[in-house]
Every structure is written in structure tokens, then in C-alpha cells.
């Protein structure tokens, strides 16, 4: 794999902790979990900013955001109890299918 698509990787796994921990802040009322925002989004940016050398920013933005989408998601129902209805559910498959028409057809995409 090359090393911009694994930074790619632990730049959305960053944004995943911030935002997660950026629910359990409680609107930045609780240190730890408001500590764990900040660093997380600043890793997660500086990871992007890595994979930016190589691929182009629209890429690198659509496979950062689309998956982030997705594991917090998973992590909203899994861990807060939120569920999301059969249209988010949809909306979602079809982020991850962009995704994957970008990375599988696309020349812009580096692999």
C-alpha cells in the first residue's frame, strides 16, 4: 500500500476519534473527551495535509469525508444508541459507492 493511502487511513481513524469524542464532550464540558476533539482533528488535518503531497484535494477530501461518515455512523448507533432510518441508511451506501467509483475508475485517484 502506498504511504499516502495510510495516512489517508489514520487521517479519517483521527477525525473518527475527534468527532466521537466531540459527542461525549457534552459541548466541551468535559476535559478529557474535549482534550481528544482537538488533538484528534489536529492529527487528522496534518495526516490529510501528508496525503495532499501526492493526491488531489478533491479526492483526498471525498475518501476522508465519505468515510468518516461512515464510521461515525456506526459509532453513533453502536455506542450513543443512535439509529438512523432506511433514506440515511441509503444515502450513506451510496457515499461509499462514490467512494468506490472514485478509487476503482478514476485516473485522478493515485494507486
Known amino acids: 500500500m502506498p504511504v499516502h493511502y495510510f495516512y489517508l487511513i489514520l487521517a479519517v481513524a ?8 466531540l459527542q461525549a464532550s457534552q459541548q466541551f ?3 478529557v473527551p474535549s ?4 488533538l484528534g482533528y489536529g492529527l487528522a488535518f496534518y495526516l ?4 495532499l503531497r501526492v ?6 477530501y471525498a475518501i476522508w469525508s465519505g468515510l468518516g ?5 456506526a459509532i453513533g448507533y453502536m455506542v450513543f444508541g443512535q439509529k438512523l432510518d432506511l433514506p ?4 450513506i451506501a451510496m457515499i461509499v459507492g462514490g467512494i468506490l467509483v472514485i478509487h476503482l475508475f478514476s485516473a485522478t485517484s493515485t494507486h
Open 14 to 21: 483521527a477525525e473518527t476519534v475527534g468527532t466521537t469524542a
Open 29 to 31: 464540558t468535559r476535559l
Open 35 to 38: 482534550v481528544l476533539v482537538v
Open 48 to 51: 490529510m495535509a501528508q496525503t
Open 55 to 60: 493526491m488531489p484535494v478533491g479526492i483526498v
Open 69 to 73: 461518515i461512515v464510521f461515525i455512523a
Open 88 to 91: 440515511a441508511l441509503l444515502g
